[in-house]
């Protein structure tokens, strides 16, 4: 199965359309300049070619200069940069995980970054949520005390302290996983964390680069050459700025849209 495909194709055309102009957007990337169509050409086409141009570019910029420079960027597979972007987070993924368990596994790590910036009353909308939710469902054994008041523990920082069986751990974090993304999907909160990550990595980028320009520019003329090789070569390095927002969106997409399974 390819996951990539099914959430696209879960996507209503306005979010296709948002993923389009998160990925073709013009921006700091020199290669974004160079045959790479405008987000416009993009949604001119049909559904199934606007899916098409969003999984080359999505595994084009997912990919590493190695892979870019040797042509092989379509060889990536969806699960390959999901762990990708868990090492580059430093989310722990057990390869025992399935595709879409790992795609709702980083979901719920950067959520759990982001729950602190939330206000409290969020907070508090979000763990009655949850509650309500779980009163509602068939437990696969009974829920500990300390996750009784707050299920939202289970993937907050110091869960690990909490001793339950792998069973009820699986089936609350993807009970909290589809709650989360049906919260934020009538919310900004969780898109503006993620877009402010995005931003963040590129402003470094652009300041490092600007700063380097002007060195140079006191110093020789040869030295350009350095420059342009080195920005050539991590312009086509992988853009976590771009691919971490579309996992996070796909995550949603799928979690809110698809019937949830529990083993």
């Not at 948002?18 to 290669?31: A, D, G, I, M």
């Not at 990550?197 to 520019?217: C, D, E, H, P």
Request: some cysteine; proline content about 4%; aromatic content about 8%.
């Amino acid at each position: 199965m390819d996951e990539l495909r099914t959430a696209l194709e879960l996507a209503t055309d306005e979010e296709l359309h948002h993923l389009t102009q998160l990925l073709f957007s013009r921006k700091f990337n020199p290669l974004d300049y160079w045959q790479t169509p405008q987000p416009s050409a993009i949604r001119s086409q049909d559904r199934d070619r606007q899916i098409q141009h969003i999984e080359t570019r999505f595994r084009f910029l997912a990919a590493d200069g190695v892979t870019v420079l040797r042509r092989q960027t379509k060889t990536l597979t969806y699960r390959q940069i999901l762990f990708q972007v868990g090492e580059f987070l430093d989310i722990p993924c057990g390869t025992a995980l399935d595709t879409i368990e790992l795609e709702a596994e980083i979901f719920l790590a950067l959520t759990s970054r982001a729950w602190d910036k939330l206000p409290q009353k969020e907070q508090r909308a979000l763990i009655d949520r949850v509650r309500r939710s779980l009163a509602q469902t068939d437990l696969p054994e009974a829920l500990p005390v300390q996750l009784q008041h707050n299920p939202l523990r289970i993937f907050l920082k110091g869960s690990s302290t909490l001793v339950i069986s792998s069973v009820l751990k699986s089936f609350l974090m993807k009970q909290v996983a589809r709650q989360l993304a049906l919260h934020f999907a009538t919310g900004q909160a969780l898109k503006t964390t993620t877009t402010r990550l995005g931003s963040l990595m590129l402003t470094q980028t652009a300041l490092r680069y600007g700063l380097t320009r002007s060195v140079l520019g006191a110093v020789v003329p040869a030295l350009w050459s350095w420059f342009l090789v080195d920005l050539g070569w991590r312009a086509i390095a992988t853009n976590y700025g771009r691919i971490i927002p579309m996992i996070v969106t796909l995550a949603q997409i799928r979690l809110t849209r698809e019937p949830l399974v529990v083993a």
